[in-house]
Structure formats: structure tokens, C-alpha cells
């Protein structure tokens, strides 16, 4: 229970009901204040205190001035005494919780386990299902430690399951693969292969991406039960076979093996497949700007660009209407001399269509 409790809470979970008052019938005192903190934090955690720096001292404060008591009277009454322990059984028998028994903890856990997910088993969240379900059955929480250790172990058994599943709907051939992997006997199909990334953008790094997918689509993974995990799950159990060398991995039991190495192929194919789309854009764009840049450098060298453009449109327009029937040596070139009409023709070539159809020319030839 957080040590810090707000008047709110105070008075929503922590002031006693009417019908409460029965339960402490002509209790007083020490007996009567620490009877009430027992109900009310029974009602709020499903577990008693276990010592007095449980519960936080507004809530023995503020029942302690309900009942007109000094709050220092909690000091003399212990609770694991005698009185406590009666106390106690008479407030499971008022909420209508009972004891739980290691039978208990195993069959909640059981449930918890057939109604999770894998990806969902962080140790808060099975944790606080626990919680909930012990609270559904009406039987007395554990302490935080063991129910802790009960998290843990509902997780351990829920990756277990799930790994097994995953290595039945393994095939044949691809067992034989990942057990190949897990070797150095060939380097270019080992795992630690794999675990590594291919350094700078270049075509060599291309190359290699495009190698390590071709091993990794060489296996048939259950998409079925790969698909639907979480994103963040996914990232978690390929960083733990990252971490791990050959030799470690090789030592988990089949079920395990199989289940964390199938995972994390999953995973790098993933991220291979957007590293090459990132590799691909990448040399294009390079070999669009090289394109671009020995089409300008050839264009340049017999290139000038033609000012006045409006003005000599102008003056072709008006000779050309002027003399209809004449020829262009006699009515355009007094105008407009052959010379600027070869440099227009020559930069609308290095701006225009034609420009980018060399280019690309330039580009499928590389």
C-alpha cells in the first residue's frame, strides 16, 4: 500500500460504514483501533499487514479520530498477537474471504496462464491478475514476496508453453537448420552471422543483407503464432538471443532453443527486409546524383545559356508574320542568327524532357 494516502481516499476507503460498526462491537481502545485497520486494509489490499509500517499513518490517524482515540494507541497492539489473530478470522468471516493454500496458488496461476498472452507477461501485469483473480475467488492474498515469486513463476511456465508450441509447428528441415546455425562449423549460416549488421551503406553491405534473407527465408517459421506478438515482446527476446553466445544458446532445453532462435529470426528477417528497401533507396539516389552529375558535366562543356529569350520570340514571331512565305535563312536569321538558335535548342535540352531522359539512360548504365 503507497505510504501517502489523500483525504479523498481517506474517506472513500478508509472511513467505517455503519453496518462495519457491528463487527467492532464493544471493542475499544487499542483493540478497537487496531480491529479497524485490519478491515479496512483487508478491504483494500485482500491481505492483513504484516507490520505497522504497512499501513500509512494518515489511515491510522484518521480512524483513530472516528473512534476518539489517540492515534499512539496502535503501539499496543500487536499484530501478530494472539488478539490480532482472532480479529482476524472474524473479519474473513465478515468479508467472506477464506485462507489461501499452495493448491490455491496453483490453480490460480494455471488460470492466470491459460487467459494471458506471452507477449503481455511482464512481472506488473501478471502480478496485478493475481491480484484480481485471488480477490474474484475471495481468498486471502499473499504476501507481495511470494506473490512476486508466484508472477515469475506463472511467466516462466507461460514462455515455456508457448516455445513448445512453437517448436511442434517447427519442421523437420527447419530444425536441422537452426541446429546448423547454432555451429561454427559454417560461418556464413551461423547464428553469430546473423546477430551482426552490415556496417555502412554500400553495394558490399547489400549484398550481405540480401545473403543473410536468403538463409533466413530458407526457414519455414509458424507465421500463425509469430504474427500476432507484440512489437516490444519481439525486440525482448531477440536482444536476450543477442546477448547470449552459441554456446549458451545451445544449452537451453530443445523447447527453448528452438523457440528463442525461431524468434529471433522472425525478428531479423524483419528488420533485414527494411535495412535492404533502406540500402536500395539509398543507391539509387546515389546513382541518381553520379547520373546527374556526368550529364551536366558533358552538357556543360558545349552549353551557354541564351538571355533575352521573351525579346527574341518577339522579334521571330513578328519576321515570321511580316513574310509568311519566306524562308528562314532570309526572314529568321537576320533576326535572330543561327548560332542563338543551336544555344536555345541546347539548353532546352540540358532543362527539359530530355535532360532526364538522359540521365536515367546514364543511370540504367551503370
Not at 38 to 60: M, N
Not at 147 to 174: C, G, I, K, V, Y
Request: glycine residues 4%; proline residues 4%.
Amino acid at each position: 500500500m503507497r505510504q501517502h494516502v489523500t483525504p479523498q481516499a481517506l474517506l472513500e476507503s478508509f472511513t467505517i460504514a455503519p453496518s462495519e460498526r457491528e463487527l467492532l462491537g464493544t471493542k475499544s481502545g487499542a483493540s478497537r483501533l487496531g480491529c479497524a485497520v485490519l478491515l479496512k486494509y483487508f478491504q483494500v489490499e485482500g491481505r492483513f499487514p504484516t507490520s505497522w509500517h504497512d499501513v500509512p499513518r494518515e489511515v491510522i490517524r484518521h480512524l483513530a479520530q472516528s473512534f476518539g482515540v489517540s492515534p499512539e494507541a496502535y503501539r499496543h497492539y500487536e499484530l501478530d498477537g494472539r488478539l490480532a489473530r482472532y480479529h482476524k478470522d472474524e473479519v474473513r468471516q465478515w468479508t467472506g474471504f477464506r485462507q489461501g493454500s499452495t493448491t490455491d496458488a496453483e490453480a490460480i496461476k494455471a488460470w492466470v496462464c491459460a487467459h494471458s498472452r506471452v507477449d503481455e507477461t511482464t512481472i506488473p501485469v501478471l502480478t496485478d491478475r493475481l491480484t484480481q483473480r485471488y480477490k474474484q475467488l475471495q481468498i486471502e492474498l499473499p504476501t507481495p514476496g511470494r506473490l512476486e515469486r508466484l508472477a515469475h513463476s506463472a511467466a516462466q511456465t507461460m514462455e515455456e508453453q508457448f516455445f513448445a508450441r512453437l517448436t511442434e509447428a517447427l519442421a523437420l528441415d527447419t530444425r536441422q537448420m537452426i541446429d546448423a546455425m547454432l555451429t561454427d562449423s559454417l560461418p556464413h549460416l551461423s547464428l553469430s552471422t546473423l546477430k551482426t549488421d552490415s556496417g555502412r551503406r554500400s553495394l558490399d553491405s547489400l549484398e550481405a543483407e540480401v545473403e543473410k534473407l536468403h538463409q533466413l527465408q530458407r526457414l519455414t517459421l509458424p507465421q500463425d503464432l509469430l504474427v500476432p506478438l507484440a512489437t516490444r515482446y519481439l525486440r525482448r527476446m531477440k536482444l536476450r538471443v543477442t546477448a547470449e553466445s552459441l554456446a549458451a544458446t545451445r544449452r537451453h532445453p530443445e523447447a527453448i532453443r528452438y523457440g528463442l532462435v525461431t524468434l529471433f529470426c522472425y525478428v531479423r528477417t524483419q528488420e533485414i527486409t527494411d535495412r535492404l528497401v533502406e540500402l536500395l533507396l539509398h543507391i539509387v539516389r546515389k546513382m541518381g546524383v553520379n547520373a546527374e552529375k556526368r550529364v551536366d558535366k558533358e552538357l556543360l562543356a558545349d552549353f551557354k545559356r541564351v538571355t533575352g529569350k521573351t525579346g527574341l520570340l518577339f522579334q521571330m514571331a513578328e519576321a515570321s508574320l511580316d513574310h509568311p512565305k519566306g524562308q528562314v535563312d532570309e526572314v529568321i536569321y537576320p533576326v535572330v542568327v543561327e548560332q542563338t538558335l543551336r544555344d536555345l535548342v541546347k539548353e532546352y535540352r540540358a532543362t527539359g524532357r530530355s535532360y532526364r531522359e538522359k540521365v536515367h539512360t546514364v543511370m540504367r548504365g551503370s
